[in-house]
């Protein structure tokens, strides 16, 4: 009835979810992907962050740029 925070924790990383959305269900989507980012920041070894990081940073700015390119045509 009420598990613990390491019983939530637990579940939450064999679900893949965040603990906000095993708390609170009815988190949006985007939150959703905000949540899965930090998650997916948190997991990778600290030495590999600011790769991690600077590869999403690359992504995005690819993305915008083609995002943009499709806008024009």
Known sequence: MNPSYLILRALAKVLHIS???LINPDVSLEDEGV???????????????DTLL????????ELTELSEKFETN
């Open 19 to 21: 603990l906000d959305t």
């Open 35 to 49: 949540n899965q980012m930090k998650m997916l920041y948190s997991s990778c070894p600290p030495e590999m962050r």
């Open 54 to 61: 600077h590869h999403t940073q690359e992504t995005v700015k």
